[in-house]
């Protein structure tokens, strides 16, 4: 009897000392883990990184500590290493949400869009009515050209709270994408509407864009300076603004804007195609010839060498125009704007079988251009082409 009571008493010693080491253990990890928090939220990321590792020696699949890592890894932009740490949680945690939340969202930085849907509709099995989650899944099907479902969940966070900006800015850029510009115009104003006294500059450009695409060019001007007061070296904002002159072929207002952008970005081979366009246009052939020789210098751009044989054009040099304009056509046999400039130039050196030719060869490609078809006609019935 007394041995039995003895081996009872034993028995309950040591439960009582296992479950004293068990709740020391999760003091331990408790402890660890808002250590580790408060080091990630500091961005103190190497030693965040040995409390989560330490959390792991004592318990290899906690929860805590996986998704710590994975948010570690997250914010280093080592987002291979995130979905995995993210993927372990779910495989012993499938409902954790922080880790489902941080691997839709190393999914989206990866660019792989539908694997981030797919992980956020897990995430609303949980919560179907977190507008932060809706909002990303209608960006991640922006993103794919999904317009319907896109819009249909951006309206869903709009009907919850139908002044939520990233919804907004979201449905504005979804319309954008699909050149539905007045759409695009209606939800960006309405964001401006709510912020006029604290705008973001990206609201201001992306109006003033609308405008540019919709020829209203004038418009966009007032929207640019707007962004532009608030930041005179912005790229976006200048080169709206020299679009919008170059639109209204106020040339010499362009040549200023896109100068401004390459006293910061002097080799941006765009840039200084664009401006070597204006100098040409304006009649400055010296001035232009030298912007798009900056640009060929960088590397070959088709619109520089498009440039330079116009030089030669308007200046007459009809043949050496022609040759560089051939040498292009063969380059880019499916760009009808060089077989126009070509067949011009064919017609003013008196060879008018070369342009009827030259022209027939584009339409023998297969690809329709009803500009093509037009000049054909003209050339063909001796019809003037200007």
Known sequence: ??????KENDILMKNQDNDKKKDSKQDEISILSKQGYQLLKENKLKDAYEAFNKILELDENNNYALVGLGDCSRKQNNLNNAVQYYSKCLQ?????????????????????????????EQYLIHDDRNITVLTRIADAYRKIKDLKKSKELYLKVLDMEEDNAYALIGIGHLHYDFKEYKDALYYWTKMLDLN???????????????????????????????????DPKNFYVLFGLADCYRGMNQQYRSIE???????????????????????????????????YNKAMDIDFDIYAALGLALICKGQGNYEEAATKLKELVDGD???????????????????KDDAINLLKSFQALGTKSTTIDELLEKIENDKPII
């Open 333 to 351: 046999p499916k760009n009808y704007r060089l077989y126009i400039d070509l067949a011009d130039c064919y017609i003013k050196l008196n060879r």
């Open 1 to 6: 009897m007394v041995n039995e009571l003895q």
């Open 257 to 291: 804007y896109w100068n401004r952008i390459l006293e910061f970005d002097p080799k941006n081979k765009v840039i200084l195609t664009r401006a070597g366009d204006a100098y040409r246009n304006t009649g400055d052939y010296k001035t232009a010839e030298s912007y």
């Open 92 to 120: 012993f945690h499938p409902s954790n949400n922080y880790a489902l939340f941080g691997l839709a969202d190393c999914y989206k930085s990866l660019n792989q869009f539908h694997k981030a849907i797919e992980i956020w």
């Open 196 to 230: 006029e006294n604290a705008v973001d500059i990206r609201v201001l450009t992306s109006i003033g864009n609308c405008y540019r695409k919709l020829k209203t060019f004038e418009k966009g001007i007032y929207y640019f300076e707007r962004a532009l007061s608030m």
